[in-house]
């Protein structure tokens, strides 16, 4: 099994990260990151910080846990998926395609 690690993204490009996934896509079975990101809104001198993780393994399977700045987990094996509010105690469980194609990633 191969292995890819991305330690810092600071300075990367996105199109290089897309182009060095797509070459190694093939032999990829999974591919697991940490991300943090912070949001200025120049109108309102608001900062927003989103943290989570994403998990993706090959070849439908999806594991997302954001803890920042509400924590939801959203797991999905390519036919459903289930969304998790801990805060909420709720869980919603729709089918993939209809939560893909609503825009929600975009």
Known sequence: ????????????KLDDILAGLEKNDQSMENVQFTYEQEISYTLTNEVQRNSGQMIFSKP????????????????????????????????????????????VLA
């Open 60 to 103: 439908e399977y999806f594991y997302f846990k954001q803890d920042k700045p509400l924590e939801q987990i959203i797991v999905s094996n390519g036919k459903k998926v289930w969304i998790y509010t801990p805060s909420y105690k709720q869980v919603i469980v729709d089918a993939w395609s209809r939560w893909i194609n609503s825009g």
């Open 1 to 12: 099994m191969n292995c890819y690690t991305l330690i810092r993204a600071d300075g990367v």
